[in-house]
């Protein structure tokens, strides 16, 4: 595996926090960090082909057309924009 270096700068309460973390599964900080990485690069692409699996061949411009096919209605008890938003 070809590995490669990043000057990695955090602020020093996040950097506290992982390296107590780190500690507490015993291994170093910067193994701690490169799984963490990991972790949330997995998580990033699953999330992105489940999304585009379940798109399938959809597009925004699909989703345009489907929006414009929806009558104009008052929302529904509950769903209204709170007033500060209107």
Not at 16 to 21: C, T
Not at 73 to 79: K, M
Request: charged share 25%.
């Amino acid at each position: 595996m070809i590995k490669a270096t990043y000057p990695l700068k955090l602020p020093q309460s996040v950097k506290e926090a992982a390296a107590r973390l780190a500690k507490a599964d015993g291994v170093s900080l910067n193994q701690w960090i490169a799984s963490a990485v990991a972790q949330k690069v997995g998580a990033m692409e699953t999330a992105t082909d489940f999304l585009r699996r379940r798109a399938g061949g959809a597009s925004g411009d699909d989703f345009a057309k489907m929006l414009d096919r929806v009558a104009a209605a008052s929302p529904q008890p509950g769903d209204e924009l709170p007033s500060d938003r209107h």
